[in-house]
């Protein structure tokens, strides 16, 4: 079995932004995909329409904004090693993993990108899947703050 190296942090810092590059072409490409072979604009609810907008364009300022944090952490060693100890930190990383961990936010991920998706595409689809975004998001934030409070 192949063995990987380790990353030290700086290196993981790196990775991030460039998988925030690689993720940030793929949305304008969905964009474009999307405004070619997408629905009827004129089938949309207003509440469809200013949630995929939200979603989307949301997304995209979280992500830029991901990119400018980590290129600033790279540049001052201080912020890098705050960064990397507030990572670190055994508590959070518990509180994280009691609320859901990877699984739900990998989930949360593919429901807005569901969400966006059948809001352009089919209404009822779209009123399900935002329910069930609506109803995974406040599951996390539930068990994070009763979490956060009794640890």
Known sequence: MKKYKQLNYTEKIHLRIKLSYILLILMLIYMVVMGELGGDSRIMTNLANCIS???????????????IHNKKILKNRILLKEQLQNEQDERNQYIHDKSGGLAVDL?????????MTTALLNMPAFYTALVILLVTICTKICLYFIYTHHV
Request: aromatic content about 20%; overall charge negative; some cysteine.
């Open 53 to 67: 907008d939200c979603i989307f364009f949301g997304g995209i300022i979280y992500i830029i904004t991901r990119i």
């Open 107 to 115: 989930l949360l991920i593919f429901e807005l990108f569901v969400t």
